[in-house]
């Protein structure tokens, strides 16, 4: 979701999580315009450094479009935006898409969506395992504390 954070620091933002290894954390975001997509930026939490990240883009019925390396990357950056490249660029039409984050381990943190704040977007999570991005079943609520605070690019 866009979040204007202005002059609030990243340490602030969301909630700072604990991941469930191999869950894949679901956040709404909509495009507005024809663009090539080369990957999603995602806000670290105060721990980086141990585990790996995977991000996805999933289209409005959950199908995956595009990933990074399945391998993983490691957390760099406590409080601070990381970006991680797709494989391969992907051209999005407007529209709505989900952002996808998995995760290795459960020692580093990410940045979540928290509760009553003024985002108004549709997150979820689904168990799964380290490396495998299966298309998934796209969220119809809000989840406080479960969509990662991210973006496209």
């Known amino acids: 979701p866009v979040i204007p954070v202005g002059d609030v620091a990243y340490a ?9 290894a191999g869950t894949v954390y679901l956040a709404e975001v909509r495009v507005s315009a024809v663009k090539s997509l080369t990957g999603v930026g995602v806000l670290n939490g105060g721990t980086v ?3 790996k990240h995977i991000v996805a883009l999933f289209d409005s019925d959950g199908t995956l479009l595009a990933n990074s390396a399945l391998a993983g990357t490691t957390t760099s950056g406590a409080n601070a935006f990381q970006d991680l490249v797709f494989t391969a660029a992907y051209t999005v039409v407007p529209g709505r898409y989900w952002i996808g984050l998995q995760m290795n381990g459960t020692t580093d943190r990410f ?3 928290a509760a009553s704040t003024y985002v108004d977007t549709l997150t979820k999570s689904s168990a799964g395992a380290f ?3 299966p298309n998934q079943t796209v969220p119809t609520t809000f989840i406080a504390d479960v969509g990662p605070v991210a973006y496209v690019y």
């Open 12 to 20: 602030s933002v969301g909630t700072n999580t604990v991941p469930v």
């Open 49 to 51: 450094g141990t585990d």
């Open 111 to 113: 940045r979540t969506v």
């Open 131 to 133: 490396g495998t991005v």
